[in-house]
C-alpha cells in the first residue's frame, strides 16, 4: 500500500466509526481523530514519511512490529501504546482497517460505561 492511499484509507475508515471527530489542535499538518475527546489516530508526515498513528494492545504492538515492516513504535507517542504505520508492501487496506478499528475501541473501552453503551448500542 503507498502512503496516499494508506492515509487516505485510514482517514475513510476513522470517519466511518461512530461519533469520531477530526480536528486540528496540533496544527493543519497533523489530522487527528477523536472520540469523545480523546485521541485515537493522528494523520502526519514525519522525515518526509506520510503515516498514521494509532493506539495498540502492548503486546499485540511488539508482535506487529516484527511481522510487518511498515509498522513501527509510535512517532513522538508512547512507544508502548502507539505505533505508526508506513506505507509498505506487507500494509493491506483490511489491515489498516483492522488497526484503526481496534485503536477506537480502546479508547472507548476506557470510557465510563454509560459512554461505552451510547457509543455502541447493542
Given at each position: 500500500?503507498?502512503?496516499?492511499?494508506?492515509?487516505?484509507?485510514?482517514?475513510r475508515?476513522?470517519?466511518?466509526?461512530?461519533?469520531?471527530?477530526?480536528?486540528?489542535?496540533?496544527?493543519?499538518?497533523?489530522?487527528?481523530?477523536k472520540?469523545?475527546?480523546?485521541?485515537?489516530?493522528?494523520?502526519?508526515?514525519?522525515?518526509g514519511?506520510?503515516?498514521?498513528?494509532?493506539?495498540?494492545?502492548?503486546?499485540?504492538s511488539?508482535?506487529?512490529?516484527?511481522?510487518?515492516?511498515?509498522?513501527?513504535?509510535?512517532?513522538?507517542?508512547?512507544?508502548?501504546?502507539?505505533?505508526?504505520?508506513?506505507?509498505?508492501?506487507?500494509?493491506?487496506?483490511?489491515?489498516?482497517?483492522?488497526?484503526?478499528?481496534?485503536?477506537?475501541?480502546?479508547?472507548?473501552?476506557?470510557?465510563?460505561?454509560?459512554?461505552?453503551?451510547?457509543?455502541?448500542?447493542?
Amino acid at each position: 500500500m503507498e502512503s496516499k492511499a494508506l492515509q487516505a484509507h485510514a482517514k475513510r475508515v476513522a470517519l466511518e466509526l461512530p461519533f469520531t471527530e477530526l480536528c486540528w489542535p496540533f496544527g493543519l499538518e497533523f489530522d487527528v481523530f477523536k472520540v469523545e475527546g480523546k485521541i485515537f489516530m493522528l494523520a502526519a508526515v514525519a522525515h518526509g514519511r506520510p503515516h498514521i498513528s494509532l493506539k495498540a494492545d502492548p503486546q499485540k504492538s511488539l508482535l506487529n512490529q516484527q511481522i510487518y515492516r511498515g509498522i513501527e513504535p509510535g512517532y513522538h507517542l508512547n512507544k508502548k501504546h502507539w505505533i505508526s504505520v508506513y506505507a509498505s508492501d506487507d500494509i493491506t487496506p483490511e489491515l489498516v482497517t483492522d488497526l484503526v478499528a481496534e485503536s477506537w475501541n480502546r479508547v472507548v473501552d476506557k470510557l465510563p460505561k454509560k459512554t461505552q453503551k451510547r457509543l455502541r448500542p447493542d
